[in-house]
């Protein structure tokens, strides 16, 4: 980028950085949304609700088959 292109778009470098931004949060919610380990994670925190009384059977069912799609969806 030269000198006058720099000067010239300097008005949307708050705009670029906040796209930079917005996409490493992006990458980085993928990543987690993929990781089997986060998946368990949410398995357990699920059946510990469900032993304390806080989901009834056909909810910890329901949320419980997402959830082990999303463990056995190919990566």
Not at 13 to 21: H, Q, S
């Amino acid at each position: 980028m030269g000198l006058i292109t720099g000067l010239l778009t300097l008005p949307l470098a708050p705009a670029r950085g906040a796209l930079w931004i917005a996409e490493q949060v992006q990458v980085e919610a993928e990543r987690q949304m993929d990781e089997p380990t986060q998946v368990r994670a949410e398995l357990a925190r699920l059946e510990a609700a469900f032993e304390r009384g806080e989901l009834d059977e056909e909810e910890f069912e329901r949320r419980e088959d997402e959830l082990l799609d999303r463990l056995e969806a190919p990566s």
